[in-house]
């Protein structure tokens, strides 16, 4: 029986999956390797580059025309700029490959006695050039992780694989893959042994392109999960397909964390005689972001990195006057597959934009003093009390906590999110909309409401904006995205917090509440 696979490369005979080829364009890659190219491919984490990359190698040795090997280098980080302990490791992985994958012992052979005589600098020229002329039949490397080497470790593979390719492909492998997550000509490499950081492009100037794997499409997310109903009877509702590809517009892993969490954790729909319904999707989603898995996990640990929140940081806040993030950030931050590949910038999928917000305010969301219970009245959420209970914190706090915030620019809607969250945590949940130059934070609460008969929901809209120009302005710019975004949700409730960031400005005008009609809907209008 087999399944969806959330840890590591695809196993074939054991996970569901695509056909790994399928994820290149082989004609593409064909060419480059019958001109003798060297090149780049890199995706952002969990996006079937190994994968793909091996099965690439068992193609090309099946051919019978290549010599092909596969290494991982990861293993050589932790030797950071030792670049004698890490040229160790990379030959030594080198020849342990070569004897599984094709039952070659020359690199075993040859390494040590190199590594002696010529050092360091040298020992991977010096072994690849011998390996390479040892048979007539070319030799192919492909080399995955190669960003996880660090400094003069890095530049020295670059500048030996530089070094030993015009001698191919009767010298020295005839194509070298690099593979990784970001494209080396932006790599910034911080090697103690020079003055200024050296660039990837000129420590590896032969690269041919770069080629970028992409997430999987409609299509295919389809005929994963089409895979499991094969296999197992069980249906995926159409609603429910159309669900794991909107939450995550086609990255590969969250496709298969989707779905596993669906129809094989427990409090999935484990009796194969029953369809996987809309609604075990969108528990799955929220499971699956509680649990923060290693691949959501490291993704919200780069939000501390400073170039990232330069690009993150507008988003959240909605200003469109924010920014000042270089190409070079947002070519990192896209790299990462945090966000889009095409302007304008957007949080990648879903699934990040529910993860990102979250875990920028967890620790507040965590610190806040406010009992849910306070905000719950005969099974429904008591949302006036609830934003009188913000209104009057954040006039007393926010000071001290937005600057808490590493995003501070938007820290108030954070805050506000944290507040919610908080709340909402003991049962329901928030559904947000937010992006670069939308001037506002559209927030929809959902509260369940009633334990027995069919379950209805209380359904409240809450808009956050930060104040352009007038109180009045902003209010009444603010009404019709309300109203609008109430309609969307069919909520009758709709809240509208305007931030007034204008400093000196006391509370005293600051702090309002008022209702507002607006094309026959009320709306609570906040100013704080
Ligand atoms: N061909 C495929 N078919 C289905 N899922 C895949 C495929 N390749 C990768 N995946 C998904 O992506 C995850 C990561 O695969 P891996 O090859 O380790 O990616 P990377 O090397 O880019 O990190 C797998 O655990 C699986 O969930
Ligand atoms: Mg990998």
């Known amino acids: 029986m087999r399944f969806f696979n959330t840890s590591g490369p695809i196993i074939a005979e054991k996970h569901y999956h695509l056909p790994p080829l399928s994820r ?111 048979e007539p039949k070319p030799l192919v490397l492909l080399i995955d992780e190669i960003d996880a080497l660090i400094g003069d470790t890095l530049v020295s593979v670059l500048r030996q694989l530089r070094a030993g390719y015009a001698d191919r492909p009767r010298h020295f492998p005839q194509t070298v893959i690099l593979c990784g997550v970001r494209d080396v000509r932006d790599y910034r490499i911080h090697a103690s042994s020079e003055k200024e950081p050296v660039l990837g492009g000129s420590a590896f100037n032969v690269k041919a392109e770069s080629l970028r794997m992409g997430d999987f499409r409609e299509g295919q997310v389809r005929d994963l999960l089409a895979q499991h109903t094969a296999e197992t009877g069980q249906p995926f509702a159409q609603a429910a397909i159309a669900e794991v590809w909107r939450l995550s517009v086609g990255q590969p892993w969250l496709v298969n964390a989707l779905a596993r969490e669906a129809c094989f954790q427990r409090d999935g729909v484990r009796d194969r005689s029953q369809e996987v319904t809309l609604d075990a999707v969108q528990e799955a989603r929220e499971r699956l972001i509680l649990r923060r898995d290693t691949h959501l996990d490291q993704l919200v640990h780069k939000l501390e990195e400073p170039r990232v929140r330069r690009v993150i940081e507008p988003v959240l806040s909605g200003d469109p006057d924010a920014g000042g993030f270089s190409t070079e950030d947002l070519q990192y931050v896209r790299d990462l597959g945090m966000v889009r590949q095409t302007a304008p910038v957007a949080i990648a999928n879903p699934i990040y934009q529910e993860v990102i917000p979250r875990e920028l305010s967890y620790p507040q969301q965590e610190a806040l003093p406010h009992d849910p219970a306070w905000f719950v009245r005969d099974g429904y959420l008591d949302m006036d009390a609830l934003m009188r209970a913000f209104q009057e914190f954040f006039r007393d706090h926010s000071e001290h906590w937005v600057e808490r915030f590493q995003y501070k620019e938007a820290g108030p809607q954070l805050l506000l999110q944290a507040f919610l969250q908080r709340v ?96 026959g809907r009320e709306i609570t209008v906040w100013g704080m």
Request: aromatic share 8%; proline share 4%; with cysteine.
């Open 424 to 519: 909402v945590n003991s049962g329901g949940r928030i559904e947000r909309e937010y992006g670069v130059g939308r001037r506002r934070i559209d927030l929809a609460v959902i509260w369940p409401v009633g334990d027995v008969g069919p379950r209805r929901e209380q359904r409240v809209v809450v808009e956050c904006k930060v104040v352009r120009g007038s109180v009045d302005a902003t209010v009444a710019e603010g009404l019709p995205q309300t109203a609008t975004y109430m309609d969307r949700w069919g909520a009758e409730d709709g809240h509208l917090a305007v931030f007034d960031r204008t400093s000196g400005k006391p509370w005293s005008e600051r702090i309002f509440r008022r209702t507002e009609a607006f094309e």
């Open 24 to 134: 290149f364009d082989l004609d593409d890659l064909d060419r480059l390797i019958d001109e003798w190219q060297y090149f780049v491919l890199h995706a952002p984490r969990q996006t079937g580059k190994t994968t793909a990359l091996r099965a690439l190698r068992d193609r090309l040795t099946g051919s019978g025309d290549y010599r092909c090997v596969y290494v991982n280098v990861e293993p050589a980080q932790t030797a950071r700029e030792d670049v004698e302990r890490g040229m160790r490791t990379i030959l030594g992985g080198i020849g342990d490959e070569a004897i599984s994958a094709l039952g070659d012992h020359t690199v075993e052979e040859l390494w040590p006695q190199l590594l002696e005589r010529r050092g360091p600098d040298a020992a991977l020229q010096a072994t690849l050039g011998r390996w390479a002329a040892a």
